[in-house]
């Protein structure tokens, strides 16, 4: 079985990757390929809206979405995880999702398991307007959306590592990786 996690922070080594990481050591411990994609290492162009995918079923701009595209069919589940920027998911994420418009004919993602991850530096800053909006795109592709103890993970964190002080964000992010490790086991094994 297979899982992917995307963390859209441009910071290596930001919050949005530490909790990503702790999401997925489920899946280490029951033993299930785990692909990483970390937008601080990647780079995503935004989708041109040339609409040339319609045409041949391909997006025309060759960049790391190639090994995304490769991704969304071969995982059995999801985990996507964004800072908070200006009340919303960041930009790299955004363009991300965006170029998902290439293969929405195909919808890798159908019938899949999803969950969500939002952090950002203020109390009620747009956390919750960033989890609906990976939420809502996920249940646009058809993805089963899982929730953690409540929602997804919504967390206050600012500098780089600063989420590891927090050891119940931490680990409401295993809850939420184990709910979504939970679903897809009934559903696909
Ligand atoms: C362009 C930009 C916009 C931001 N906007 C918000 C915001 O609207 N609300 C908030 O709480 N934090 C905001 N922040 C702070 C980040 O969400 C916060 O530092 C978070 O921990 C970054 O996650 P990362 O460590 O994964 O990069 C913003 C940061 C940047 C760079």
């Known amino acids: 079985m297979n899982v992917i996690g995307i963390s859209g922070t441009p910071r290596l080594g930001g919050n949005s990757e530490i909790l990503l990481r702790y999401a997925l050591k489920p899946f280490e411990d029951k033993e299930w390929n785990i692909k990483i994609f970390l937008l601080s290492e990647l780079t995503i162009k935004p989708c041109r809206a040339c609409d040339n995918c319609r045409k041949n079923a391909i997006c025309v701009i060759d960049d790391d979405m190639n090994s995304i595209y490769n991704a969304f069919k071969w995982c059995d589940a999801i985990i996507v995880s964004s800072p908070v920027y200006y ?45 609906n909006a990976i939420y809502n795109w996920m249940l646009s592709r058809g993805i089963i959306c899982v929730p ?24 409401q992010s295993e809850i939420l990786g184990r709910n979504v490790l939970s679903i897809a086991q009934k559903l696909f094994q």
């Not at 953690?148 to 680990?171: S, Y």
């Open 87 to 131: 009340r919303n998911i960041s930009s790299q994420l955004l363009a991300v999702l965006d170029r998902h418009y290439a293969v929405d004919i195909e919808r890798p993602l159908e019938g899949k398991v999803g969950g969500a991850i939002a952090i950002g530096r203020g109390t009620g800053r747009g956390q919750a307007i960033t989890i």
């Open 148 to 171: 953690g103890e409540l929602n997804g993970v919504t967390a206050v964190a600012d500098k780089p590592g600063d989420i590891l002080t927090q050891i119940k964000r931490l680990k």
